[in-house]
């Protein structure tokens, strides 16, 4: 019996980028004899009443597995309730999209981070005196450090401040929404690896480099190569996807002192096409290997 999935992405995403990505995923399963579709969120809607379900565009009934590449974490979770196994849970992907949450995992682990404070929740607009006691916050991360908001992708929403000015005015301006004040890492001003990671193992790195940015990511002009990950690497990367349960991740390292790796961030929905152009090995195939093995292992016939 041929296995069937889907792969969802954002229908109100109109970058190419979003669907290059379910694209690379539906080759790799067509490959591999894996009857695959691909949906936008809004092709399927979750129905909520006596007896749950989901209403489609296309009439087609339940796949074998999901792979979503999405955020709505609803529709995930409505997935999974129906029974259908989906990579990533919604768990993770809610996980990996809040910073903060993503943080707390992996220091409970006591995984290397960089130093980070919570900023706390305010329920009004108005910030009243020092309400972010910026001075012990200075104390205690020195300057320049990072300012950093829970929910940002493409190292969009990251922001570098020099001066106790500075942090005040970035503290005013982005005050209402979740936030961290977070220890700058300077042995790594520009520079950082991507670790794609499936299941237990990373399948491929990359070092990316920017020549004007503290950030390294390419959409925000970085430079990237080929990389071999030391041991030491890769079980970090393992052990942070794990950490926020997913399955596979792409997961950011900083270069410490002595380039001792730091975990700077887990995307549980990373894109590969860089990845792929950059190492000639395609991700999408080992998620697939991964995912029918993981079926198999539940009994599901492959």
């Given at each position: 019996?041929?296995?069937?999935?889907?792969?969802?992405y954002?229908?109100?995403?109109?970058?190419?980028?979003?669907m290059?990505?379910?694209?690379?995923?539906?080759?790799?399963?067509?490959?591999?004899?894996?009857?695959?579709?691909?949906?936008?969120?809004?092709?399927?809607?979750?129905?909520?009443?006596?007896?749950?379900?989901?209403?489609?565009?296309?009439?087609?009934?339940l796949?074998?597995?999901?792979?979503?590449?999405?955020?709505?974490?609803?529709?995930?979770?409505?997935?999974?309730?129906?029974?259908?196994?989906?990579?990533?849970?919604?768990?993770?992907?809610?996980?990996?999209?809040?910073?903060?949450?993503?943080?707390?995992?992996?220091?409970?682990?006591?995984?290397?981070?960089?130093?980070?404070?919570?900023?706390?929740?305010s329920?009004?607009?108005?910030?009243?005196?020092?309400?972010?006691?910026?001075?012990?916050?200075?104390?205690?991360?020195?300057?320049?450090?990072i300012?950093?908001e829970?929910?940002?992708?493409?190292?969009?929403?990251?922001?570098?401040?020099?001066?106790?000015?500075?942090l005040?005015?970035?503290?005013?301006?982005?005050?209402?929404?979740?936030?961290?004040?977070?220890?700058?890492?300077?042995?790594?001003?520009?520079?950082?690896?991507?670790?794609?990671?499936?299941?237990?193992?990373?399948?491929?790195?990359?070092?990316?480099?920017?020549?004007?940015?503290?950030?390294?990511?390419?959409?925000?002009?970085?430079?990237?190569?080929?990389?071999?990950?030391?041991n030491?690497?890769?079980?970090?990367?393992?052990?942070?996807?794990?950490?926020?349960?997913?399955?596979?991740?792409?997961?950011?390292?900083?270069?410490?002192?002595?380039?001792?790796?730091?975990?700077?961030?887990?995307?549980?929905?990373?894109?590969i096409?860089?990845?792929?152009?950059?190492?000639?090995?395609?991700?999408?195939?080992?998620?697939?290997?991964?995912?029918?093995?993981?079926?198999?292992?539940?009994?599901?016939?492959?």
């Amino acid at each position: 019996m041929t296995l069937s999935g889907w792969i969802i992405y954002n229908g109100s995403l109109n970058s190419e980028k979003f669907m290059d990505f379910a694209h690379m995923l539906q080759t790799a399963a067509h490959k591999q004899g894996i009857n695959a579709l691909i949906y936008k969120n809004n092709d399927i809607m979750s129905y909520l009443s006596l007896n749950p379900q989901i209403i489609q565009a296309k009439k087609k009934n339940l796949p074998d597995f999901v792979i979503f590449t999405d955020k709505d974490i609803y529709l995930a979770k409505q997935l999974e309730l129906l029974g259908v196994p989906v990579f990533n849970r919604a768990e993770a992907i809610a996980t990996s999209d809040d910073k903060i949450a993503t943080y707390q995992c992996l220091a409970q682990l006591q995984l290397p981070i960089p130093k980070t404070i919570v900023a706390p929740k305010s329920f009004t607009n108005e910030i009243h005196t020092d309400f972010y006691q910026i001075d012990h916050i200075i104390e205690a991360l020195g300057l320049p450090m990072i300012v950093k908001e829970a929910f940002g992708s493409f190292g969009e929403q990251v922001y570098l401040v020099h001066t106790k000015d500075e942090l005040i005015e970035k503290t005013q301006a982005i005050h209402g929404r979740p936030f961290m004040f977070q220890e700058f890492i300077k042995t790594s001003y520009g520079k950082d690896l991507r670790l794609q990671v499936v299941g237990d193992q990373v399948v491929t790195a990359m070092k990316r480099t920017a020549k004007d940015d503290f950030r390294a990511n390419i959409t925000a002009g970085g430079t990237m190569e080929a990389y071999k990950p030391s041991n030491y690497e890769a079980s970090l990367a393992v052990k942070a996807t794990k950490a926020i349960g997913a399955d596979f991740a792409g997961v950011d390292l900083l270069f410490g002192e002595n380039d001792e790796p730091i975990i700077c961030e887990i995307n549980s929905n990373a894109h590969i096409r860089n990845i792929y152009e950059c190492t000639n090995i395609n991700p999408a195939d080992a998620m697939i290997s991964y995912i029918r093995n993981q079926l198999s292992a539940k009994g599901e016939q492959v």
